[in-house]
C-alpha cells in the first residue's frame, strides 16, 4: 500500500481538499498506521472513528494548518484534539476540564487489554499510562515518532522549550515508575528506555 | 544519560521499538485501514477477508484476540468473528474441536457458535452478533440488586446449558457476559481460553513482575484470569464444571459487590488468598439479601465438593432469590413500614436546631435505602457514612441526609417506590435548613437546594395554608391541597420546612409539629418563642 506518488503531503492535501480522492487516498495511506498507532492503545473503542475524524478535519479545513508546521504535526495536532474530546466525553467531563493534566490509567473506564508479547513493551506501556496525558504525549512523538521537538511543540500547542523540560520530567517519572516495578524485565525496559533517550538526546534536534 | 549504550541496550531498544509499531494485531489494522477508507473514498478497496467472511470493523481486542463485526455473504448475515492469536499448533487443534462442541449448544443465554476453523494460519470462530455491552461495561453504572441477580441467573442457565453439552466455560468473568440491547445477559467465549499463548504469562509465580492482570493467562495445562480462578486451578489440579462455578461466584460477588473476594498484589497473593483465606467481605454484604449471601458462600467453597451439585441448581437458586427480593422490595406493607416509621420520626424530631446532638438520629430508613442498591452507588467521600448507617450506627440528621440525598441523585430514574421519591424530598428539605448552629457546614452542593420540594410543590400547586387558631407562642395551620396530593412524610418534611422559615424569619426557637394528614388537607401545630411572624 506504500504510495509512490511523488507529490509532497502538502500538494496531495490541496488536491485532495479540492476534490482530488485519489490524493487523498495516497495521503491516508501515508499516515493511516501512524493514525492507527496513535489511537489504538489510547481508547477502548472507536479507534476507527477517531482516526477517521482526523482525517476528515483536516480535508474540511477545520483546524487551519500552520505553514510553519509539517502535515505531520498537523495531523497530530488535530488527532490529539479529538482524543481529548472523546475522553471528555466517555468520562462526561466538561469542554473545560484539563486533559493534559490528567493520565490514561484514570481516563480508563476499563482495563487495558491489549495485545503484548513482549513483557518490556507492556512496562512500557502501562508506566506511560500513569504519566499525564501531556507527558505522554510528549515521549510517543519524540521517541517513538521521531518528531523534531519543535514539531511535538507545535503538535502539542506548546513552547518548543517546554518540550524539552516536559521531555524530562516524562523520563524521570517513567524510571522512578519501571524503578519500582523490579524484576528482570523491568531494568531491561529502563535500560532500553535509557539507550532510546540517549541516542535521541545526541541527535540534533 | 551520556553513557554510550551497550548491545544489550541496543537490543532492549529494538525490542521497545519493536513493540511500539508492529504491536496489536495486523489483522485489525488492517480491518481498521479498510474500513475507514471505505468511509472516506467512494473508490475503496477490497473488504478485508478471512475465509469466506469479509472483516469490518473490530469490536474489541483481548487477551485471546480481537473480534471483528463481519458480513457472511453466503448466508448473507452479519456475524462475529474473533481471530484467535495460537500459541501451540497442538491449542489449534484443540480449540477447534472446542468450538465444534460449543456450536453444539443452542441456548437462549448462550453466544451461538456458527462455524470455527482455520484461515491465513490463524483460528477463527463466527459467532451470533450481540449488539450491546460486557457485564463490566453493563455495571460501570450503578444497579438495582434485582437487576444484577436477574442477568446473572440468565448467564447462569446458559452455563448450566453448555455443561449438560459436555462444555466448558473455564474463563467466566465479567468480560465474558455479554448484555445484550434488549437486556438479556449471554455467556461468550467458551472454552476459547484454551487459545492462550503458552508463552505469554505464566502465572506459577514465574511471572516476571508477578502483577495481578486482568487478561486470560495460562499455567501449564491450566488457563484462566486469576482473579476468577478457583482452588483447583491454583493447584493445577482437576477441574469439572463445578470449577466453573466458582468463577461465575466471583462474578456475582463481583457484580453485586463491586469488587473482588479475593485480592492481592500479585498473582502469589491472590493465591494465598484464594486458596486459604475467606472471601474479603465487603460491609456492605451485611445488607445483601441472606439467600445471596447464601448463594455466594456455597459457589466459593475451596472444595468442589461443597458447592452446588452443579450449574442449573445455582441457576435456579439464584433465580428464586432473585424472585423473592422482587417480591419482598414490592411488598406495600414493607414500603409502608419503612415510611411510617421515618414520618414518626421525622414528625417527633425535638425543637431547635441546637437540640440536635451528632448521632441521635437513628439510621433506619439510610440502611433500608442502602439495602437496595450496591455499595458503590456511594460517591467516595460517603461511603464511610454508608458504612456507618449499614451497621445500625445513629446518623445525625445532616448525615443521613447527604447519604439519602447521594443515594437519590446516583439513580434518578430509580424511583420505583414513592419512599424513595418522599426520601429525596426530605433530604432536599433538611439541606434547606441552616446547620451553621451546630456548626456543620451543609452536606451537599447548595445546587439543588433551589429544586426544594420540587415533586412536592408539584403535586402540591394550589394548597393554600390556613391559620385554624391562634394563640400567644401557639398556632394551628392547614393546609387545603388536591386530594391524596400529601404524603405523611412529605408532611413531615413541610413541618420541618415551616419551622425553618419561622426561625429563619426571627423567631427564637420554634416547633412545628405535623397534627395528620387528611385526604383534602394537612394539619400542622406551630409553636415558637420570640417574635411570632408566620
Known amino acids: 500500500m506504500k504510495s509512490e506518488d511523488p507529490r509532497d503531503d502538502v500538494a496531495l492535501l490541496e488536491a485532495w481538499r479540492v476534490g482530488d480522492e485519489r490524493a487523498g487516498a495516497v495521503l491516508f495511506d501515508r499516515y493511516f498506521d501512524a493514525m492507527h498507532r496513535f489511537f489504538r492503545n489510547k481508547v477502548d473503542r472507536g479507534v476507527e472513528d477517531l482516526v477517521q475524524q482526523t482525517?476528515?478535519?483536516?480535508?474540511?479545513?477545520?483546524?487551519?494548518?500552520?505553514?510553519?508546521?509539517?502535515?505531520?504535526?498537523?495531523?497530530?495536532?488535530?488527532?490529539?484534539?479529538?482524543l481529548y474530546d472523546a475522553l471528555r466525553k466517555k468520562r462526561r467531563l466538561g469542554g473545560e476540564t484539563d486533559l493534559a493534566s490528567r493520565t490514561l490509567a484514570e481516563l480508563r473506564t476499563s482495563p487495558s487489554t491489549r495485545l503484548v508479547k513482549q513483557e518490556e513493551q507492556r512496562m512500557l506501556h502501562d508506566a506511560l499510562e500513569t504519566l499525564p496525558l501531556e507527558l505522554h504525549l510528549a515521549i510517543e512523538l519524540f521517541y517513538f515518532e521521531e518528531l523534531p521537538a519543535r514539531e511535538v511543540a507545535l503538535a502539542l500547542g506548546i513552547p518548543e522549550g517546554t518540550v524539552r523540560s516536559r521531555l524530562r520530567r516524562?523520563?524521570?517519572?517513567?524510571?522512578?515508575?519501571?524503578?519500582?516495578?523490579?524484576?528482570?524485565?523491568?531494568?531491561?525496559?529502563?535500560?532500553?528506555?535509557?539507550?532510546?533517550?540517549?541516542?535521541?538526546?545526541?541527535?540534533?534536534g | 544519560m551520556s553513557t554510550t549504550p551497550g548491545p544489550a541496550a541496543e537490543r532492549a531498544v529494538d525490542a521497545l521499538r519493536d513493540g511500539y509499531f508492529a504491536g496489536g494485531d495486523s489483522l485489525e489494522r488492517e480491518a481498521a485501514r479498510s474500513a475507514v477508507r471505505r468511509q472516506l473514498f467512494r473508490e475503496a478497496g477490497p473488504p478485508l477477508r478471512l475465509g469466506r467472511y469479509e472483516l469490518r470493523t473490530s469490536l474489541g481486542a483481548g487477551g485471546m484476540g480481537t473480534v471483528f463485526e463481519a458480513w457472511d455473504p453466503?448466508?448473507?448475515?452479519?456475524?462475529?468473528?474473533?481471530?484467535l492469536r495460537v500459541g501451540a499448533p497442538r491449542a489449534g487443534a484443540d480449540?477447534?474441536?472446542?468450538?465444534r462442541a460449543v456450536a453444539r449448544v443452542l441456548h437462549p443465554h448462550v453466544v451461538t457458535v456458527f462455524d470455527a476453523g482455520m484461515a491465513e494460519d490463524r483460528v477463527f470462530v463466527a459467532m451470533q452478533l450481540v449488539r450491546g455491552r460486557s457485564l463490566r461495561e453493563w455495571l460501570a453504572k450503578p444497579r438495582r440488586v434485582e437487576a444484577v441477580c436477574a442477568v446473572l441467573a440468565q448467564a447462569a442457565s446458559g452455563v448450566a446449558a453448555a455443561h449438560e453439552a459436555g462444555v466448558l466455560h473455564r474463563d467466566l468473568k465479567p468480560d465474558n457476559i455479554l448484555i445484550a440491547e434488549n437486556g438479556c445477559a449471554l455467556v461468550a467465549d467458551f472454552g476459547l481460553s484454551l487459545a492462550v499463548d503458552e508463552g505469554s504469562a505464566l502465572l506459577d509465580g514465574t511471572t516476571e513482575d508477578g502483577a495481578v492482570r486482568d487478561g486470560t493467562v495460562r499455567a501449564g495445562s491450566v488457563a484462566g484470569t486469576p482473579p476468577y480462578m478457583a482452588p483447583e486451578q491454583f493447584l493445577d489440579a482437576p477441574q469439572d464444571a463445578r470449577t466453573d462455578q466458582w468463577s461465575f461466584c466471583v462474578t456475582l460477588f463481583e457484580a453485586l459487590l463491586g469488587r473482588l473476594p479475593?485480592?492481592?498484589?500479585?498473582?502469589?497473593?491472590?493465591?494465598?488468598a484464594v486458596l486459604t483465606r475467606r472471601p474479603a467481605m465487603p460491609v456492605a454484604a451485611a445488607s445483601l439479601p441472606e439467600p445471596l449471601q447464601a448463594i455466594l458462600a456455597r459457589g466459593l467453597a475451596k472444595d468442589r465438593r461443597d458447592r452446588f451439585p452443579n450449574m442449573t441448581v445455582l441457576a435456579e437458586t439464584l433465580e428464586e432469590a432473585a424472585g423473592a427480593i422482587e417480591r419482598l422490595s414490592a411488598l406495600p406493607g414493607e414500603v409502608f413500614a419503612a415510611e411510617s416509621a421515618l414520618g414518626s420520626y421525622v414528625a417527633s424530631l425535638p425543637t431547635g436546631l441546637d437540640s440536635y446532638p451528632e448521632s441521635t438520629a437513628p439510621s433506619l430508613f439510610p440502611r433500608l435505602a442502602l439495602a437496595r442498591f450496591p455499595a458503590r452507588a456511594l460517591p467516595d467521600h460517603l461511603a464511610p457514612l454508608g458504612e456507618a448507617a449499614r451497621r445500625g450506627r445513629p446518623l445525625s440528621l445532616v448525615h443521613m441526609n447527604a447519604l439519602l440525598l447521594a443515594l437519590h441523585e446516583s439513580r434518578p430514574d430509580a424511583t420505583r417506590f414513592e419512599w424513595q421519591e418522599q426520601a429525596a424530598d426530605i433530604a432536599r428539605a433538611l439541606a434547606a435548613l441552616s446547620f451553621a448552629p451546630l456548626?456543620?457546614?451543609p452536606p451537599c452542593s447548595p445546587a439543588f437546594v433551589p429544586s426544594l420540594l420540587a415533586s412536592h410543590a408539584r403535586r402540591l400547586r394550589g394548597a393554600t395554608f390556613t391559620c385554624l387558631d391562634q394563640g400567644v407562642g401557639s398556632a394551628r395551620l392547614a393546609l387545603a391541597h388536591p386530594p391524596g396530593a400529601m404524603h405523611p412524610i412529605g408532611g413531615a418534611a413541610l413541618a420541618e420546612v415551616l419551622r425553618a422559615r419561622m426561625v429563619a424569619a426571627g423567631t427564637?426557637?420554634?416547633?412545628?409539629?405535623?397534627?395528620?394528614?387528611?385526604?383534602e388537607r394537612t394539619l400542622f401545630e406551630a409553636r415558637w418563642t420570640g417574635?411570632?411572624?408566620?
Do not use: M, W
Not at chain 1, 477545520?62 to 479529538?82: C, G, M, N, P, V
Not at chain 1, 523520563?171 to 541516542?199: H, I, V
Not at chain 2, 453466503?74 to 481471530?83: F, M, T, Y
Open chain 2, 95 to 99: 480449540l477447534l474441536s472446542e468450538a
Open chain 1, 55 to 82: 482525517f476528515l478535519a483536516c480535508v474540511r479545513n477545520k483546524e487551519s494548518f500552520r505553514a510553519e508546521a509539517s502535515f505531520r504535526t498537523y495531523l497530530y495536532t488535530i488527532a490529539r484534539s479529538r
Open chain 1, 170 to 204: 516524562a523520563l524521570d517519572k517513567l524510571r522512578n515508575q519501571l524503578a519500582t516495578g523490579g524484576g528482570p524485565a523491568a531494568r531491561r525496559t529502563l535500560a532500553g528506555l535509557d539507550a532510546l533517550a540517549s541516542r535521541r538526546d545526541s541527535e540534533p
Open chain 2, 439 to 441: 456548626g456543620l457546614a
Open chain 2, 74 to 83: 453466503e448466508l448473507a448475515r452479519e456475524v462475529a468473528v474473533k481471530v
Open chain 2, 262 to 272: 479475593f485480592e492481592g498484589p500479585h498473582v502469589a497473593a491472590l493465591r494465598e
Open chain 2, 531 to 534: 417574635r411570632a411572624s408566620a
Open chain 2, 508 to 519: 427564637g426557637t420554634a416547633d412545628v409539629r405535623l397534627l395528620g394528614v387528611e385526604p
